[in-house]
């Protein structure tokens, strides 16, 4: 006979291997229909994609906002909106199959850029156009939705601000936001890696690189800015950074 504590433990575990330890997976908003015609129009990378990989990129996007929040700050948010930045989570993880952002919970978006105290109006600089929470605003995701939209529709920069957050996330994945993200990176390429990153800083810092300037902050920006130019312009980044262009398409793209 087992005894009842020992059912009630096991009933507690049940419940917690079920549904507490999976939290930011659990499906909490109700089924979504993707609007394509938004992605054909929108969204550059879809429409690149073979017609068996669309059908997996819906149902990716389609998984991403029945599991991820979005809420509109001080701005209601509108299905391009949506799309945007699932299709901005989706990307960089396209080919990484079983991902799930289970560091995020809630994507909060802004009218525009904001300032250290999350206001878009008042004197303070406002400079920021997106970041990864932490602290209080752990799991969530704040963007500006200016630059959103702008990063999906201009085809010319380099620069896709959901992206960048998003690549951060990943990076973030393994524990660190460092700029190597272990989950992508296969061992024996790290090294290489970090070598990549040290020269490609040195050349932007001499002023002779066209890759935008904010990814010497340090390796985790390098990264992710890195990554904007590899999704916007990725045959520009190959003709003008072959081995990075090697280095990143090892990462993020097919197998
Ligand atoms: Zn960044």
């Known amino acids: 006979m087992i005894p009842f504590v020992l059912l009630l433990a096991i009933g507690l575990f049940a419940y917690w291997f079920f549904t507490g330890r999976n939290k930011t997976a659990v499906k909490n908003l109700e089924p979504v229909t993707v609007d394509i015609p938004l992605l054909e129009k ?12 669309k059908k997996v990129f819906i149902t990716d996007v389609k998984e991403f ?3 991820i929040k979005i809420t509109g700050v001080d701005i209601p948010v509108e299905e391009l909106d949506r799309i945007l930045v699932a299709s901005a989570a989706i990307i960089p993880i396209f080919y990484f199959k079983q991902w799930k952002y289970r560091n995020l919970y809630e ?3 802004y009218s525009d850029a904001i300032n250290m105290d999350f206001e878009t ?5 406002r400079n920021i156009l997106g970041m990864v929470g932490t602290g209080s605003f752990d ?8 630059a959103l939209r702008l990063g999906f529709s201009n085809k010319t920069d380099k620069q896709n601000t959901a992206i960048h957050e998003f690549v951060h996330l990943v990076d973030k994945a393994d524990g660190e936001t460092d700029g190597i993200p272990n989950i992508l990176l296969d061992k024996q390429y790290v090294l290489p890696w970090i070598n990549m ?3 490609q800083m040195q050349h ?10 904010y990814a010497i902050m340090n390796k985790a920006e390098f990264l992710a800015v890195a990554a904007e130019y590899f999704f916007e312009r990725p045959a520009l980044l190959e003709d003008k950074h072959p081995q990075l262009y090697a280095m990143l398409k090892d990462m993020f793209d097919k197998p």
Do not use: A, C, W
């Open 139 to 146: 799991g969530k995701m704040l963007l500006s939705r200016h």
């Open 65 to 67: 906002l029945e599991e």
């Open 197 to 199: 990153i040290q020269e």
């Open 121 to 125: 109006t008042g004197n303070e600089e």
């Open 42 to 53: 929108n969204v550059l990378f879809y429409t690149k994609l073979n017609e068996e990989e």
């Open 107 to 109: 994507v909060l978006l």
């Open 204 to 213: 932007i810092s001499r002023n002779k690189s066209d890759i935008n300037p």
